[in-house]
């Protein structure tokens, strides 16, 4: 996905310019690269920025997603009727059994 080479000879570019050096966090410098059209040649780096920025909110959506559900299963189970309580399982009996020998 990212050329090993290509990306440390621009770090190496990035690293020995004080207007990057400058730079606080991977959002400012990302937001540099694309301000000053350096997208394509610094086109490593960018790639890397963008996944750097982008996995963190990802990574705290999918959380938040199973955090709910957590919270919903929690309501639904406890709200629940003695006759569905009951079903529930004789469903799952029968799904399982039907179409097996």
Do not use: H, W
């Amino acid at each position: 996905m990212l050329q090993k080479g290509r990306l440390k000879a621009e770090l190496g570019v990035i690293y020995r310019r004080s207007d990057f050096r400058n730079m606080i966090g991977a959002i400012s410098l990302l937001q540099f690269i694309i301000e000053n059209n350096l997208q394509t040649m610094l086109s490593e780096t960018y790639k890397l920025l963008k996944i750097i920025v982008i996995i963190p909110m990802t990574t705290a959506e999918a959380e938040r997603c199973f955090s709910t559900l957590k919270r919903v299963k929690t309501f639904l189970r406890s709200t629940m009727s003695e006759d569905r309580l009951s079903a529930l399982p004789m469903l799952s009996i029968e799904t399982s059994g039907s179409g097996l020998p």
